[in-house]
């Protein structure tokens, strides 16, 4: 709906700076840190902003998010370097996410 009303989601910036390649690297550095479909501890995301708020909470629901984050942003590490375990993990279980809900693979 964006894109037909002229608008670039993906290139976006809100009056704080807040965008979709933002919000994907909050979220990267818990998969990152905790693993995805792990639970979030002091000891394994320390290093997130607002690391607190999560901890007791399983990773969960990241994984489509960062697949598509990496073919939109491939130059933000944050978000390429939990590439690999995003998409072992999305493309298994019952709502795998496989190419024909996105496309391809970005490799």
Same mark, same amino acid.
């Given at each position: 709906?964006?894109?037909?009303?002229?608008?670039?989601? #993906?290139? #976006? *910036?809100? !009056?704080?700076?807040?965008?979709? $390649?933002?919000?994907?690297? #909050? #979220? !990267?550095?818990? @998969?990152?840190? @905790?693993?995805?479909?792990? *639970?979030?501890?002091?000891?394994?995301? %320390? /290093?997130?902003?607002?690391?607190? *708020?999560?901890?007791?909470?399983?990773?969960? %629901?990241? $994984?489509?998010?960062?697949?598509?984050?990496?073919?939109?942003?491939? $130059?933000? *590490? @944050?978000?390429? /370097?939990? $590439?690999?375990? !995003?998409?072992?993990?999305?493309?298994?279980?019952?709502?795998?996410?496989? /190419?024909?809900?996105? %496309?391809?693979?970005?490799?």
């Amino acid at each position: 709906m964006m894109r037909n009303a002229g608008l670039d989601a #993906y290139g #976006y *910036q809100g !009056a704080h700076k807040q965008s979709i $390649e933002m919000a994907t690297a #909050y #979220y !990267a550095c818990y @998969a990152k840190g @905790a693993g995805i479909s792990a *639970q979030i501890a002091p000891e394994n995301s %320390g /290093s997130c902003p607002d690391a607190e *708020q999560y901890y007791g909470k399983i990773v969960n %629901g990241v $994984e489509r998010m960062i697949v598509m984050g990496a073919l939109r942003f491939p $130059e933000d *590490q @944050a978000i390429t /370097s939990v $590439e690999a375990a !995003a998409k072992k993990a999305a493309s298994s279980g019952v709502f795998s996410l496989d /190419s024909i809900l996105c %496309g391809r693979w970005r490799d």
